[in-house]
């Protein structure tokens, strides 16, 4: 759980960055409207990994840290 959020976060902007990039290309003419669209199928499956960690993730790595305190009594949902 110590390299969580590197990991995550370099994932997530190098995805942005990607998929902005091809937003400009395509624009500019350089490359074919398919390759956008599986970039824009990552952006989506980057935005779902994002909403994993917020709702699942971060919880649960907070309540691992209250447990591992000394006296915490933490109750889970």
């Known amino acids: 759980m110590e390299n969580e959020e590197n990991l995550f ?3 997530l902007y190098v995805g942005i960055g990607g998929t902005a990039t091809a937003l400009v290309l395509q624009v500019l003419g350089v ?3 398919n ?3 599986r970039l824009f199928l990552q952006s ?3 935005t779902c990994v994002a909403l994993v ?3 699942h993730v971060r919880p649960y ?3 691992l840290i209250l447990q591992s305190q000394p006296g915490s ?3 889970t949902a």
């Open 31 to 33: 490359i074919e409207p």
């Open 9 to 11: 976060d370099g994932g």
């Open 73 to 75: 009594a933490v109750m």
């Open 35 to 37: 390759l956008l669209a």
């Open 44 to 46: 989506v499956r980057i």
């Open 53 to 55: 960690k917020i709702r």
């Open 61 to 63: 790595k907070r309540a």
